[in-house]
């Protein structure tokens, strides 16, 4: 069975770009969530949403950062303009019913020149 | 503020060498704590569910506890395939369904 997908695995580009990541949850799984990880910070959430809904945002760190889910299937986190200090692994991962437990992609390395 | 703390940050066992991981936690209201595995360039696995002090769960060489203040990770005769980062998490009572704490995790390596 499929997991969580997440696309692309890698992603380099130049500060001031525009970075989009994409997930497809696991079917049936109502939760979506949008972490990211560093050493320094850890594993840290971003955003999160429950039947596409966004219910929590407090984690976003400014502006520059968007997420949307317009359906079951798909979300996708956006960053505009992009600043070297957003350089880090990006993880999606769906849950059902409660959020717990999380089932992870494996995640995007986003690295900004 | 739900607060999680992991430690030691990394443990170096040797093969068949049991030891524990220790997570500490802070919350209003215990809902349920979560330990995953994390390999190097992979989201984290989940482990283990526990919800209540007193609880264990187990499986092939891993066994977690709790208490009110804290959750064990108990390895025995590690294998070298053990070596990853497991990753401990909390979620409280009344807070956003879903939204949890995670500990900034124990990265196990386990020499033949």
Known sequence: DAGVIQSPRHEVTEMGQEVTLRCKPISGHDYLFWYRQTMMRGLELLIYFNNNVPIDDSGMPEDRFSAKMPNASFSTLKIQPSEPRDSAVYFCASSPLGGQPQHFGDGTRLSIL | ?112
């Open chain 2, 1 to 112: 503020e739900d607060q999680v703390t992991q430690s030691p940050e990394a443990l170096r066992l040797q093969e068949g060498e049991s030891s524990s991981l220790n997570c500490s936690y802070t919350v209003s209201g215990l809902r349920g704590l979560f330990w995953y595995r994390q390999d190097p360039g992979k989201g984290p696995e989940f482990l283990f569910t526990l919800y209540s002090a007193g609880e264990e769960k187990e499986k092939e060489r891993l066994k977690a506890t709790l208490t009110k203040k804290e959750s064990f990770l108990h390895i025995t005769a590690p294998k070298p395939e053990d070596s990853a980062t497991y990753l401990c998490a909390v979620q409280a009572v009344g807070t956003n369904a879903g939204k949890s704490t995670f500990g900034d995790g124990t990265t196990l390596t386990v020499k033949p």
